[in-house]
């Protein structure tokens, strides 16, 4: 009667079936931010111009349209989609190889040895420029970062892929033991609270700020954002906040899937939800 979640490539094959005409096909919204985790505190990943380089180095448009079929939504920032304090002005960066290239140069990396891996010293030693990905045995964070790697090399940084089992992976997360890893992270549909993502104190094993990002300013808009009353004070500091994060590029924003839901058309009124399943049977009439 119902399915969600579908695989994009099962949910455009069955559409396009011969008992796809018994059915209806939607593509509602999925409260669901995918990202490139960036762990801000390794040496070589420590300079904001570098993560910003790795953004402009992520053909996220690509990775939609092959990936997850087109059935995705890029967004600059991860909060709430449908909030009302969500800063407009911060766009989805860019696809820019000689954009990333600039910036690397700038941050002081350069090709010393001519392997076509960038280089820099760090601390008396010479650094090239290898992040490593862990991942899980997933096809599309596989697919996802194939693509990834593909363009990195173009400016000279070099894209390693990491596969774990899922409980391996959240064992180096808590442990922060890792360069970069790809997730995702559902978000709230009610008031957002930025608290366990980016405050500094959840920058520990069971907290949810395995980038490392923030410092005492970014601290204080978040503890304020909790005390506040004052509906203009806290659109103010949601876009405070939300500069900071997008200056700081401590993920690399994906995209928000759709939902791939298919419906038998026995049902005539049928409504979808932004909480999960994606919908509700008590509405199937």
């Excluded at 939800?273 to 919908?279: E, H, I, Q, S, V």
Aim: with cysteine.
């Amino acid at each position: 009667d119902v399915g969600a979640r579908i695989n994009p490539s099962m949910f455009l094959e069955f559409k396009n079936s011969d008992q796809g005409n018994n059915f209806e096909f939607l593509t509602p919204e999925f409260p669901f931010f995918t990202f490139v985790g960036l762990n801000t505190k390794r040496p070589h990943l420590a300079d904001k111009k570098v993560r910003r380089a790795l953004a402009h180095l992520t053909d996220v448009d690509e990775i939609i349209k092959t990936v997850q079929k087109g059935m995705a939504d890029r967004y600059a920032i991860p909060f709430p989609s449908n909030s009302t304090y969500i800063d407009k002005t911060l766009k989805p960066i860019p696809f820019d190889v000689e954009k990333a290239k600039a910036l690397l140069a700038e941050a002081g990396w350069k090709d010393s040895d001519g392997d076509g891996i960038l280089d820099k010293v760090i601390k008396s030693k010479k650094t090239s420029l290898i992040v490593t990905v862990t991942i899980t045995d997933s096809e599309v964070s596989k697919n996802n970062m194939s693509i990834f790697k593909e363009d990195a090399i173009k400016a000279g940084v070099s894209i390693e892929q990491k596969i774990v089992s899922r409980s391996k992976l959240f064992e180096q997360l808590a442990a922060r033991n890792f360069d970069a890893f790809t997730l995702g992270s559902s978000f709230d549909l009610d008031l957002y609270d930025p608290y366990q993502l980016w405050h500094t104190s959840s920058d520990n094993p069971s907290g949810g700020n395995r980038a490392g990002f923030g410092n005492a300013a970014s601290d204080a808009i978040i503890e304020e954002l909790r005390k506040t009353n004052d509906d203009a004070r806290r659109e103010e500091l949601y876009k405070e906040i939300q500069q900071i994060i997008y200056d700081e590029q401590p993920w690399i924003c994906l995209y928000i899937p759709q939902d791939r839901m298919i419906l038998n058309k026995k049902f005539k009124n049928t409504k979808t939800t932004l909480k999960t399943p994606g919908y509700s049977e008590s509405l199937f009439h």
